[in-house]
């Protein structure tokens, strides 16, 4: 079951950012075999359209949440406090194609 990790951006995340962009993308680039995917969240309906990133969303290929929270541990974002929340909900993905491999098709019952 993998997990998801929700990361609300701080209030100064944009300078922080900016400053940690390289770290944290040569630490995901360590890290890879493990992300599903990850990516910006814009969450309020004025971010929506602005397109202005309030978060980061992360699906980590791990069924196990102390691997997750290890992987947060050491993101250079998460060490220099780009982030004022982080959640981790395990969930079980059921349907769509990451399960079938195909867009559009449905798993058929076993």
Same mark, same amino acid.
């Given at each position: 079951?993998?997990? +998801?990790?929700? $990361?609300?951006? #701080?209030?100064?995340?944009?300078? +922080?950012?900016?400053? &940690? !962009?390289?770290?944290?993308?040569?630490?995901?680039?360590? *890290?890879?075999?493990? @992300? $599903?995917?990850?990516?910006?969240? $814009?969450? %309020?309906? !004025?971010?929506?359209?602005? /397109?202005?990133? =309030?978060?980061? $969303?992360?699906?980590?290929?791990?069924?196990?949440?102390?691997?997750?929270?290890? +992987?947060?541990? &050491?993101?250079?974002? #998460?060490?220099?406090? @780009?982030? %004022? =929340? *982080? #959640?981790? *909900?395990?969930? /079980?993905? %059921? #349907?769509? &194609?990451?399960?079938?491999?195909?867009?559009?098709? !449905?798993?058929?019952? %076993?």
């Amino acid at each position: 079951m993998p997990v +998801l990790v929700m $990361c609300q951006d #701080a209030h100064n995340a944009a300078e +922080l950012r900016d400053r &940690y !962009q390289k770290a944290h993308n040569e630490y995901i680039d360590t *890290v890879l075999a493990l @992300v $599903c995917v990850t990516g910006a969240m $814009c969450q %309020s309906p !004025q971010a929506i359209e602005d /397109n202005t990133q =309030e978060g980061t $969303c992360f699906i980590f290929d791990t069924d196990d949440l102390a691997v997750a929270r290890k +992987l947060m541990k &050491y993101d250079p974002f #998460a060490q220099a406090g @780009v982030y %004022s =929340e *982080v #959640a981790f *909900v395990k969930f /079980n993905p %059921s #349907a769509g &194609y990451w399960i079938t491999g195909v867009p559009g098709v !449905q798993p058929q019952p %076993s």
